[in-house]
């Protein structure tokens, strides 16, 4: 009953989450992914070795980023509606959650009132951060961080079956499976699903090497099992950029031990913005129960274990500096995420807080109403009358954390209706101006960056550059979505400058009505307060003199390419070959820009399918010159001129070229992708049915009769 009422409750005040409006939040990516997924599904093709062309100029988004998600809601949407699951999936997976940290519960062998407390607890954490396990990190009016909702589900199970599997083995495949699909639908969330690993078997020190093997054989085995994820990931990581903008900030180093700290002692990190701190009460009360009964409860010393050392995590670089390079991939998480497991421990801590509370009450309760005789207590369906009591008790205890979020949650609801109101209201006019743009492509759209008049910029509360993915439109100016080399240097781009358009293959400019673009453009048509203009060099293909080198790693091609994007000499059909990591540069088509006068060639057709990975062009050259997709750059890409396969170069900042002679050329730029996931797959597979044997083989062995002995 407890279970149901918190389940109830979610189902209840999630409702709008249903409505169909574009996202203030991230959401508008995942909802994106959610539909190309669909689509390349639909076609035959894997989402993992496509070229996701929206965002940051494309990238193999699905590769770089955790995209089991997007693709299972892209699968589901293939049979069905793409965006009607991403809605369905937001809004059951947060509803629903509370059964799944009920069934972690049970795995601990923790009572079935502590795991129903825990679940009870589960929707009402309110953070000062805001990203963890609480509705703002998911809802509308949140941040959207769709793909760790996912993982929330999969976190406690893998810790709940690693704890059994620590104890037998006889759980090792449902321990593995856990920690393998954790893994491949939230990248900080994985991390979390190893870490009992690596401290839990020294809870039980009188068994501490047998666990310790327990430990290392389901490491292997999920490593092993997660590789069609990892191994990828890391073999192409020299492509993927590191956000620039991001690095120097607690977002991507942890806020530091000392406003963790802050946050938990105030109670900011379990109740930020209520007048009782109720959660963090029950988490405490609940260590204080675990260390009270520390050797006569393993369950209890294994929440504390992971709750303090998920606390330290959180910490991150801000407090422990270089030091945390000994963290495998640090330099690409976000680490301020692993307050997901102080979050989720707590949780765990709390429920075992409140039936300590609960069973304290109903003791001094029974002492002050019991006499000499049974009395009532002893009569048939009085436990029940109890029972009813305690549930109703939870719910009063409960009171300050879900009246607020009570609050909160109806105005979520509030201004998704107000998003829909306005969508009726304004949707007509912008539509308008993007049907023209998909009958007539000619390159990207460009709507203002969220550090201009971008910003403030809208549909309804929505920024047009975020509406525009709601309508499936490539553009420039939705920074920092990606992993694309060109994801930084998208941030620096200067839309003051006329060379940087057709550099990011901006075809359109889509402002609001009465602006005069920042450059000359020709207006193409106004509707109520959008107007849409065409730029005088669209196209996603250009030619280039390339006449210098750029040095870039993917830590700093944002900040190294500034220059060049304030600079004339794009402008000029002038631009740098890239010497990238420490490689080497391709020669440049005309150094110095030597004898160059004029442009050296252009295109005379272009026709460009990045959604399937494919662009053509027929270009005219009276020189030497290096032919520009105006695509990030990745080894995936593939070249041909004149049908015979050439190689790419990198141009500046981190675009794909090739270079060709002088005369007509036929161009053709394809993305191959990743090619390694059959091999990857089948290992996982294997894995995964090795573990299934054994156990099975486990369970029947220990089902036999055994023989006895002769007399």
Not at 45 to 50: K, M, Q, R
Not at 65 to 94: H, I, K, N
Not at 95 to 113: E, H, K
Not at 513 to 521: E, F, T
Request: aromatic share 12%; hydrophobic share 50%.
């Amino acid at each position: 009953m407890l279970v149901a009422l918190a389940v109830a409750w979610g189902l209840w005040v999630l409702r709008p989450e249903l409505r169909a409006v574009p996202y203030l939040d991230d959401s508008s990516v995942h909802q994106q992914m959610v539909r190309f997924a669909s689509s390349r599904i639909s076609q035959g093709h894997l989402p993992l070795t496509s070229w996701f062309p929206y965002l940051g100029l494309g990238s193999p988004q699905y590769l770089h980023y955790q995209s089991l998600p997007s693709m299972t809601a892209g699968l589901v949407g293939s049979f069905t509606s793409p965006d009607a699951a991403f809605r369905w999936s937001l809004y059951l997976l947060l509803a629903l959650w509370p059964i799944s940290i009920y069934w972690s519960v049970r795995l601990f062998r923790l009572s079935r009132w502590t795991a129903a407390s825990a679940a009870a607890v589960a929707p009402f954490l309110a953070s000062a951060a805001g990203i963890g396990y609480e509705t703002k990190a998911y809802v509308w009016i949140g941040y959207g961080v769709w793909t760790q909702l996912w993982a929330s589900w999969t976190l406690p199970l893998a810790w709940g079956f690693t704890y059994r599997a620590l104890t037998s083995l006889r759980h090792a495949f449902p321990a593995v499976l856990f920690v393998m699909v954790t893994c491949a639908l939230h990248f900080e969330t994985g991390y979390l699903a190893f870490v009992p690993l690596v401290v839990w078997p020294f809870i039980v020190w009188k068994d501490l090497w047998r666990r310790l093997g327990r430990a290392a054989v389901l490491g292997a085995a999920a490593l092993l099992a997660s590789a069609w994820v990892i191994w990828p990931l890391l073999d192409q990581s020299h492509w993927a950029a590191r956000n620039q903008i991001l690095r120097s900030t607690g977002l991507e180093n942890g806020y530091g031990a000392r406003e963790m700290l802050g946050w938990l002692f105030t109670g900011q990190l379990y109740d930020a913005g209520r007048w009782l701190w109720v959660v963090t009460i029950l988490v405490f009360v609940g260590i204080g129960y675990c260390i009270a009964n520390w050797r006569s409860l393993p369950s209890g010393r294994a929440l504390v274990v992971i709750w303090v050392v998920t606390l330290l995590m959180s910490f991150g670089r801000t407090t422990f500096g270089v030091l945390y390079k000994a963290v495998p991939g640090s330099t690409d998480i976000f680490i301020r995420r692993f307050q997901m497991g102080v979050q989720l421990s707590g949780i765990l801590l709390a429920g075992i807080g409140l039936v300590f509370l609960g069973r304290m009450a109903l003791a001094v309760a029974l002492r002050l109403f019991s006499t000499d005789k049974p009395g009532w207590i002893a009569r048939p369906g009085s436990a029940g009358i109890v029972a009813g009591l305690c549930l109703a008790a939870v719910v009063v205890v409960l009171a300050p954390a879900w009246s607020a979020l009570a609050t909160y949650d109806s105005h979520n609801g509030g201004n998704i209706g107000l998003q829909a109101s306005a969508d009726t209201e304004e949707g007509p006019h912008i539509d308008q101006l993007l049907a023209y743009v998909k009958a007539h492509p000619r390159g990207r759209v460009y709507a203002g960056q969220p550090t201009n008049w971008g910003n403030d910029f809208l549909v309804g509360a929505v920024p047009v550059f975020k509406y525009l993915e709601s309508k499936d439109i490539d553009e420039v100016g939705y920074t920092l979505r990606t992993a694309s080399l060109m994801t930084d240097p998208e941030f620096f781009f200067d839309d003051t400058n006329p060379g940087d358009y057709p550099l990011f293959g901006i075809g359109y400019l889509l402002a609001p009505a009465g602006m005069q673009p920042p450059v000359p453009a020709h207006e193409v048509e106004c509707a109520g307060q959008y107007c849409l203009w065409s730029l005088p060099d669209g196209g996603s293909i250009h030619v280039y003199d390339t006449t210098g080198v750029l040095h870039a790693t993917r830590a700093d091609v944002g900040t190294q390419s500034r220059t060049l994007l304030d600079s004339p000499l794009l402008d000029n059909h002038e631009d740098l070959t890239v010497a990238f990591n420490g490689g080497q540069a391709a020669p440049p088509t005309a150094p110095g820009g030597a004898g160059a006068k004029g442009p050296p060639g252009r295109v005379v057709v272009e026709s460009a399918d990045l959604a399937n990975g494919t662009a053509r062009a027929v270009v005219d050259t009276n020189r030497r010159a290096t032919v520009v997709l105006s695509s990030s750059y990745d080894p995936g890409w593939h070249a041909t001129v004149d049908g015979r396969p050439t190689p790419t170069v990198m141009v500046a900042p981190a675009l794909v070229g090739v270079v060709v002679g002088t005369g007509r050329h036929t161009v053709v730029f394809t993305f191959g992708g990743y090619g390694s996931y059959t091999a990857l797959f089948v290992l996982a597979l294997v894995v995964l049915a090795a573990l299934a044997a054994a156990t099975l083989w486990g369970r029947t062995r220990a089902a036999r009769p055994r023989k006895e002995a002769p007399q």
